[in-house]
C-alpha cells in the first residue's frame, strides 16, 4: 500500500506549552475562569485543547485513521515566530528542539519544520542552521511575506540557506514581525460573518498574493533545488486561473497565458474539501498536490475523506495521500 503522509499538520512540545503557559500576553496558554484553556495568538484567541501537545493520543489517532506519517510544524498563524526576537527565540528554540527529539524517538512516523525567530535574519539563519544540525526537514515561513516580489525579498536570505543547506521551505499563513496585533473578533457582530470573512476569506486571498509571487513571477527562479510548499492549495489560484489566462489574452497577447507558466510548486489540501482538491490537481497537476490536514485546528479526519472522494484516478489518489510528500521529502 502507498504511504498515507500528511504534509500539514501542528505538534506543540511540552517545554513549549510549559513557556507558553508562563507568558503573561499573546502568544500564551492560559486557564479561563469557566475551565480549560485558551491559546492567545494573533489578533485573537481560541480554545486550547491536549490534541496539540497530547503525544500518545496523536499517535493513537494517526492509527486510526490510516496516516503513516505527520510532518509537524508551528501553526504560523499564532503568531510565535513574528514576537521581538527576545521573546521569538526562546520559544521557537522550544519548539524545534522538542519537534527534534520527537522526529529522532518516532522517525518511521514523524517529519519536522523549524520555526525561526522571524524580527531577526541573522538569529533566523543561525537557527536553521542549527535546526538542520538537528535533522528537522525545512523551515515555515509567513504567507504575508510574498504578497509581492518586493516584499518576499526579505525573506530572501532564508532560501539561499535553504538552496545551501537544504531543506523545504513550508509558506502557511502568518503575520510579518511587524504586523499590528490586537483583538478583533469580539468586536465584530456575529451577523457580519467575521469568521467566514477572515478565517476563510482573507486567508485564502492572501495565499492567492502567496502563489502569484512564488508560482508566476521569477523570484524561484534562483533555487531550482528548494522544494517548496503552500499551503491551503495556494488560496483561490485553481479557481481564478481562467480569469487571469483571459486577461492576459487580452492586455499582453504575446504572453504565455498563466495556465501555461505556472512554477512547479506542492500545494497541500489542508481545510479544502473534494471538489477544490480536484480543481487543483487539474490546474497544478495531481503530481503537485499533499494529503494537509492542519490537524489539530481542522478535522484530519474529514481531510484525509476529501482525498478519497475527490474526482480522482486511483493513481493520482495515491499520489496525493502521500506518494507526492514522500517525494518532497526525499528531496530535503
Do not use: K, W
Not at 41 to 57: E, K, N
Not at 257 to 283: C, H, M, N, T
Request: with cysteine; proline share 8%.
Amino acid at each position: 500500500m502507498p504511504p498515507v503522509i500528511d504534509a500539514h499538520a501542528h505538534f506543540l512540545p511540552e517545554a513549549l506549552v510549559a513557556a507558553l503557559r508562563a507568558r503573561c500576553e499573546s502568544p500564551d496558554i492560559r486557564a479561563e475562569p469557566a475551565g480549560g484553556e485558551s491559546f492567545g495568538i494573533f489578533r485573537t484567541r481560541m480554545p486550547y485543547g491536549r490534541a496539540y501537545d497530547d503525544l500518545d493520543a496523536r499517535l493513537a489517532r494517526m492509527e486510526m485513521l490510516g496516516v503513516d506519517r505527520q510532518v509537524l510544524s508551528l501553526p504560523g498563524l499564532f503568531g510565535i515566530d513574528s514576537r521581538p526576537a527576545d521573546q521569538s527565540l526562546p520559544l521557537v528554540r522550544a519548539f524545534n528542539d522538542g519537534i527534534a527529539a520527537l522526529v529522532r524517538r518516532h522517525p518511521d512516523r514523524f517529519s519536522g519544520i523549524a520555526a525561526l525567530p522571524l524580527a531577526d535574519p541573522a538569529a533566523a539563519a543561525e537557527e536553521y542552521r542549527r535546526a538542520r544540525g538537528l535533522g528537522l526537514s525545512g523551515m515555515i515561513l509567513p504567507g504575508d511575506a510574498f504578497v509581492s516580489v518586493a516584499a518576499a525579498g526579505r525573506v530572501r536570505p532564508l532560501f539561499e540557506l535553504a538552496d545551501e543547506l537544504g531543506g523545504l521551505v513550508f509558506v502557511h499563513p502568518g503575520p510579518l514581525p511587524d504586523a499590528a496585533a490586537g483583538p478583533v473578533d469580539a468586536a465584530a457582530p456575529h451577523s457580519d460573518s467575521v469568521v467566514h470573512r477572515r478565517v476563510t476569506v482573507d486567508i485564502q486571498n492572501r495565499m492567492t498574493e502567496v502563489m502569484v509571487t512564488l508560482a508566476l513571477t521569477d523570484f524561484l527562479d534562483a533555487f531550482p533545488s528548494v522544494p517548496v510548499q503552500v499551503a491551503n492549495l495556494g488560496g483561490s489560484l485553481p479557481f481564478v486561473i481562467e480569469r487571469m489566462d483571459h486577461v492576459y489574452a487580452l492586455r499582453h497577447p504575446d504572453a504565455a497565458a498563466p495556465s501555461r507558466s505556472l512554477r512547479p510548486l506542492y500545494v497541500d489540501a489542508a481545510s479544502l474539501g473534494p471538489r477544490a482538491i480536484a480543481l487543483a490537481a487539474e490546474v497544478y497537476g495531481a503530481d503537485r498536490v499533499l494529503f494537509g490536514s492542519d490537524a489539530p485546528i481542522f478535522d484530519d479526519a474529514r481531510c484525509l475523506d476529501a482525498v478519497r472522494q475527490a474526482r480522482l484516478s486511483p493513481a493520482e489518489r495515491d499520489l496525493i495521500a502521500g506518494g507526492n510528500a514522500a517525494g518532497m521529502l526525499a528531496l530535503t
